[in-house]
T-cell receptor, first 116, second 113 residues
Framework: KAGVTQTPRYLIKTRGQQVTLSCSPI?????VSWYQQTPGQGLQFLFE???????NKGNFPGRFSGRQFSNSRSEMNVSTLELGDSALYLC???????????????FGPGTRLTVT | AQKITQTQPGMFVQEKEAVTLDCTYD???????LFWYKQPSSGEMIFLIY??????QNATEGRYSLNFQKARKSANLVISASQLGDSAMYFC??????????FGTGTRLQVFP
């Protein structure tokens, strides 16, 4: 079974631009979560989607948004990029259904965003 | 609110030896889970092991075991027979009633020959 895939793997943007990152979950997984990892703040939860609905949201400004499609693929968008948005963005998927193993989250390789 | 504390910024272990990475947690949720992830320099977070708060037996996955002591709120990871490829950052994390994972600051493990 293929793992979680994220595209692109690396991205360089300039301040003020916007960016869209993509995540394809493991086949059959319906829940997708996004995390930001920086040296200063560590790993922080951005948001979680299940069946195209946002179920949870972290403490990030409105410039960070996301969505999920009917095939469970998810995108996150960051508008008006700031230097502080430079980070590794990780997405994780899980089944989202009840049962043994339902809480196990599997991460993709991440997208490394650099804002200059 | 949930919190994970990893007090060991770095650990060294000799190849083939066992090592314990410490993790303590704080949560007000009745039901919760604890994770350990490995992050090599490539950046990918690799799932290692999961323990649910109601699981009575400690979780094990191959060379990894989670020493769960509920009363002490600790969830230490034990790696037996360390290998050079185990060198990486290790993160402890918890979830409560939602999918949101709260991570600790991590422990950098270095395995030497």
């Amino acid at each position: 079974k293929a793992g979680v895939t994220q595209t692109p793997r690396y991205l360089i943007k300039t301040r003020g631009q916007q960016v869209t990152l993509s995540c394809s979950p493991i086949s059959g997984h319906r829940s997708v979560s996004w995390y930001q990892q920086t040296p200063g703040q560590g790993l922080q939860f951005l948001f979680e989607y299940f069946s195209e609905t946002q179920r949870n949201k972290g403490n990030f400004p409105g410039r960070f948004s996301g969505r999920q499609f009917s095939n469970s693929r998810s995108e996150m968008n960051v508008s008006t990029l700031e230097l502080g948005d430079s980070a590794l963005y990780l997405c994780a998927s899980r089944t989202g259904l009840a049962g043994r193993g339902s809480y196990e989250q599997y991460f993709g390789p991440g997208t490394r965003l650099t804002v200059t | 609110a949930q919190k994970i504390t990893q007090t060991q910024p770095g650990m060294f272990v000799q190849e083939k030896e066992a090592v314990t990475l410490d993790c303590t947690y704080d949560t007000s949720d009745q039901s919760y889970g604890l994770f350990w992830y490995k992050q090599p320099s490539s950046g990918e977070m690799i799932f290692l092991i999961y323990q649910g708060s109601y699981d009575e037996q400690n979780a094990t996955e191959g060379r990894y075991s989670l020493n769960f002591q509920k009363a002490r709120k600790s969830a230490n990871l034990v790696i037996s027979a360390s290998q050079l490829g185990d060198s990486a950052m290790y993160f402890c994390a918890t979830h409560g009633n939602t999918d949101k994972l709260i991570f600790g600051t991590g422990t950098r493990l270095q395995v030497f020959p």
